[in-house]
């Protein structure tokens, strides 16, 4: 855990590169756009919080192939992204604001070959992993002791979710014969969504990091849901994409405009799939985020405007947050569901 204040960090000469990128932070007002990015985008160190100048954090490891070889160094020596270290530094410009860059010769920002630190969300990730696999693991043992008996403490919280999944999501959108092969991934969907949106809500480590509301992994869930569709696809599946019955065949023939509209739709899902839950999330943390935003854009015309601001916006981000605990199940009920229709079209049968 690092404690630091620009007073007390030490100047850093290693490059040209340092020395231009340390000239170039110049100290800023208020700025709400900025303040909101920084806090849902992913991030080289662990944020607790700011007390005046004084910067408390947990550095994290950062790891990156670049020119021929391997760099391993703790995001510390960023300086909370204020500083340069060997010639790279966390950008804040444009597309690259908050990824490790270096510049070329020319001045443009240049990112590393392979970058696979260990940053805030793979860390929580990590985090709502282990979680996850002390709760199920815990929960099984408890059945195999008390075999037989009603469900007591942590298991009588988690039966219900999964008799819930497993009745009125997987059999009834794949059916009874065939739901028992994707029901593991199914559960595991619904609560890894769930989990992280519930931690992201709390605001204090080990929550507060923005897992469903990145766009990479709403990508990645989205694609195993895709690569498990197609590959589940039977020949029902396929002749309705490139042959759909009940379609005028001047829709087919001699342009194959419906096939062609079908074969998008194999796409489109997964990618609907990716950005609603990735926008749901992200949009419940801004709009706390710009509440509390107001109090500082208010305090900053008059004092007494912003302490009288801070009362309403504290009372409506304490509303979001409890409406943001109803979309984390609704959000994650959804991904789960949509998945299992999916794979029901998938491995139906003709009739």
């Known amino acids: 855990m690092i404690i630091s204040s620009p007073g007390l960090m030490a100047q850093h000469n290693d490059n040209e590169t340092d020395e231009a990128w340390e000239g170039a932070v110049l100290k800023e007002e208020f700025k709400a756009g ?3 990015i920084e806090h849902i985008t992913d991030s080289y160190e662990w944020h607790i919080i700011s007390i005046g100048e004084a910067h408390l954090s947990i550095p994290l490891p950062v790891i990156f192939y670049d020119r021929g070889k391997w760099h391993f160094f703790m995001s510390s020596a960023f300086h909370h992204g204020q500083q340069a270290h060997d010639g790279y530094f966390v950008s804040h410009k444009d597309f690259n604001a908050g ?3 270096r510049l070329d010769g020319e001045g443009n920002e240049i990112r590393p070959q392979l970058d696979i630190s260990i940053t805030k969300n793979v860390l929580s990730i990590f985090i709502s992993m282990f979680l996850m696999m002390w709760v199920f693991i815990s929960v099984a043992n408890t059945y195999k002791k008390r075999k037989g008996q009603a469900p007591k403490g942590l298991q009588s919280f988690i039966e219900p979710i ?8 997987a059999k009834a959108s794949i059916g009874e014969k065939k739901y028992e092969r994707y029901l593991p991934f199914l559960l595991t969907i619904f609560f890894f969504i769930l989990l992280n949106n519930l931690m992201g809500i709390i605001p204090i480590i080990p929550g507060g990091a923005n897992i469903t509301g990145n766009i990479g992994v709403t990508g990645v869930l989205a694609v195993f849901t895709f690569i498990i569709t197609t590959f589940s696809g039977n020949k029902n599946y396929w002749l309705h994409i490139v042959n759909a019955p009940g379609v005028p065949w001047w829709l087919k023939l001699p342009v194959p405009l419906m096939p062609i509209v079908e074969l998008m ?10 950005v609603r839950l990735f926008a749901n999330i992200s949009a419940g943390h801004i709009i ?21 601001v801070a009362i309403v916006s504290v009372g409506f981000s304490i509303f979001m947050d409890l409406l943001e605990l109803l979309v ?20 139906e049968e003709h009739h």
């Open 265 to 274: 739709g194999v796409f489109t899902k997964p990618f609907v799939l990716m």
């Open 162 to 169: 999964i008799i819930f999944i497993r009745d009125d999501v």
């Open 34 to 36: 900025d303040m909101i």
């Open 288 to 308: 706390i985020l710009g509440f509390i935003s107001l109090i500082f854009i208010f305090g900053k015309i008059a004092e007494g405007l912003g302490y009288g």
């Open 328 to 347: 984390a199940f609704i959000q994650a009920y959804v991904f789960t569901l949509l998945s299992a229709l999916y794979f029901g079209m998938a491995t």
């Open 99 to 101: 990824k490790l860059v």
